[in-house]
């Protein structure tokens, strides 16, 4: 009986936490906010869900422990893929001189990632090669080469 009614507090603390983390998604301003959130809290609540049916079901305890496991280790790699992805996308538009859209359309924006770095990468490589040439022969003329 007391195993019981700890598992259904369990599954409502899992509960509560969920639908914070859901909350959250819906109402915070921006992706690393809401990243924030669905990470941290929806991680607490899937804990809770698991000790709840662990606590309910004691035969399946082996299978959710191996479930926990799987998801504490799973979820800060997967919220840090997504925040990293966010914080480049972001370094390519101020690279570009574009600004980001605002929060609501953050999701909808796309920029052509692999043009943009193609055109700095190989801009970045000429004048590598400029300067190579100039500090290895300095006294040839080239073109564009002030007098």
Known sequence: MLLEILGVIALLFGLFFCAVGVLGVIRLPDTLTRLHASGKVATLGVFGL?????????????????????????????THAIAASVYRRREVLEELGQEPEPAEAEETFQVDVTAALSRSRIQDIIEAQERALRHHTPDIKRPGDKE
């Open 50 to 78: 698991l000790l709840g049916a662990a606590l309910l079901m004691p035969s399946t305890s082996l299978r959710l422990l191996a479930l926990g496991l799987f998801v504490l280790l799973t979820s800060p790699v997967a």
